[in-house]
Nanobody, 120 residues
Framework: QVQLVESGGGLVQPGGSLRLSCAAS????????MGWYRQAPGKQRELVAG???????NYAGSVKGRFTISRDNAKNTVYLQMNSLKPEDTAVYYC??????????????WGQGTQVTVSS
């Protein structure tokens, strides 16, 4: 069984920073692409940033230049550094990963989500 567990969300003032972490655990064989998504109330879930196993990244236009995605393959962990946060960044943030395990071919797994609230 593969699990993704996010941490690092919370309440921050506009202009502040937060760092989200997402650790994958279980009987993992390989981790391919990983990403961060977010869902604000009343809106659809949207891609925030993605990173390939080789480290190539892509970002939503609304966060480019403010957010940075990275990964530590030795720790099976992906990070999202969020700077210059705005109230419109308020959402539940989810990580996902394309992961193969000892029991299953590659599948997409999701974390449980972590709340990020940007407010004064």
């Amino acid at each position: 069984q593969v699990q993704l567990v996010e941490s690092g969300g919370g309440l921050v003032q506009p202009g502040g920073s937060l760092r989200l972490s997402c650790a994958a655990s279980g009987s993992i064989s390989s981790i391919y692409a990983m990403g961060w998504y977010r869902q604000a109330p009343g809106k659809q879930r949207e891609l925030v940033a993605g990173i390939t196993s080789g480290g190539r990244t892509n970002y939503a236009g609304s966060v480019k230049g403010r957010f940075t995605i990275s990964r530590d393959n030795a720790k099976n962990t992906v990070y999202l550094q969020m700077n210059s946060l705005k109230p419109e960044d308020t959402a539940v943030y989810y990580c996902n990963g394309d992961i193969s395990s000892l029991l299953r071919a590659m599948a997409t797994y999701w974390g449980q989500g972590t709340q990020v609230t940007v407010s004064s």
